[in-house]
């Protein structure tokens, strides 16, 4: 990568197009900016979205710097890279989660979701139709210590997690 290129790639900035909105645990939507709510158009027949958003409460220096965790699953090798896990704890702490759509109320740009692993007001970087053709994988291969996790999202939901990570959460 030459000089110029590079010095462009350090001006990049996202904004966020809307923010997580929780009321509870298990319940809660989408909120979009107003300006992106024509963005909705056509989304409403895909059952799933990927919603990709903003770990703004890892966002800091030295957060930013971590390339490493330390055995962050009970089952994992004693140190394991951050590209390996789904640590918030990143270079970029950019998520991905795919939710159900629930309901799309396209003039008050709302988008209904049972669940999502962000904080209330995170702020949401994009989201994108989850399509089989192009996020489904048929020959996946884990490494050993997570083999054993649900191969479907929709078994994820029964999966005891909490008896998978190393430390309290």
Known sequence: MNAKRAKEIGKVSVSPIGYVRKRSAYEGYLEINKPFHKALQELDGFSHINVLWWCHLSDNEKDRMVTTCKKPYKKAPASVGTFATRSERRPNPVALTVVPVIHIDHDKGIIEIPFIDAEDDTPIIDIKPYHPATDRVKRVSVPPWCKHWP?????????NWEDEFATAR
């Open 151 to 159: 191969k479907w999202y929709e078994d994820s939901a029964q999966f």
